[in-house]
T-cell receptor, first 111, second 115 residues
Framework: GEDVEQSLFLSVREGDSSVINCTYT??????LYWYKQEPGAGLQLLTY?????DMKQDQRLTVLLNKKDKHLSLRIADTQTGDSAIYFC???????????FGTGTQLKVEL | GAVVSQHPSRVICKSGTSVKIECRSL??????MFWYRQFPKKSLMLMAT?????????EQGVEKDKFLINHASLTLSTLTVTSAHPEDSSFYIC???????????FGEGSRLTVL
């Protein structure tokens, strides 16, 4: 189908690692993105990965890309309560700037 | 860093009225701006692509006479929801593509409630 799929909810304990998964659709996407949205706010770009990379690490964030399976994941190490938000993956079909967003994963961090 | 500002952040209006939402790139020029709509607990749906000095390109299913988009300058795009109805209530988010950097920045969003 056309949808970029994500699981809807993820609950983790503070200090644990969180892994948010995404299955995208367009193999021509040049970049794949992860955005964070806090309640009532816009989108904040967390990180992105170029399509010819397998992995990218940026402080507590690790992005893994499996192009064969069109699977993208975001790992947040040492998850904190401030990480509670909705996380969207996004693809860039045809390598353009019109992004197609995933359905979003609500991350809840519990004490 | 680059900032995209949306105004108003929240607006409540009566059914049948029109509402204008502004999207400004504050410290960079944006040749292209995108307008998204987000339903509760749903993803963002691209509504239209706005290019400075030309007509907006609307996605399939989006009524261009309902959602008027104007991109009069390299730092401002506006979305006007005409004759708003309760089903138009939503969170509208814009993004701006930096003219020189090619980077994409998102606004904070505007929540529209139509009574």
């Amino acid at each position: 189908g056309e949808d970029v799929e994500q699981s809807l909810f993820l609950s983790v304990r503070e200090g644990d690692s969180s892994v948010i998964n995404c299955t995208y659709t367009d193999s021509s996407s040049t970049y794949l993105y992860w955005y964070k949205q806090e309640p009532g706010a816009g989108l904040q770009l967390l990180t992105y990965i170029f399509s010819n990379m397998d992995m990218k690490q940026d402080q507590r964030l690790t992005v893994l890309l499996n192009k064969k399976d069109k699977h993208l994941s975001l790992r947040i190490a040492d998850t904190q309560t401030g990480d509670s938000a909705i996380y969207f993956c996004a693809e860039s079909p045809g390598g353009g700037n019109k992004l197609t967003f995933g359905t979003g994963t609500q991350l809840k961090v519990e004490l | 860093g680059a900032v995209v500002s949306q105004h108003p952040s929240r607006v409540i209006c009566k059914s049948g009225t029109s509402v204008k939402i502004e999207c400004r790139s504050l410290d960079f020029q944006a040749t292209t701006m995108f307008w998204y709509r987000q339903f509760p607990k749903k993803s963002l749906m691209l509504m239209a692509t706005s290019n400075e000095g030309s007509k907006a390109t609307y996605e399939q299913g989006v009524e261009k006479d309902k959602f008027l988009i104007n991109h009069a300058s390299l730092t401002l795009s506006t979305l006007t929801v005409t004759s708003a109805h309760p089903e138009d209530s939503s969170f509208y988010i814009c993004s701006a593509l930096g003219r020189n950097t090619g980077e994409l920045f998102f606004g904070e969003g505007s929540r529209l409630t139509v009574l």
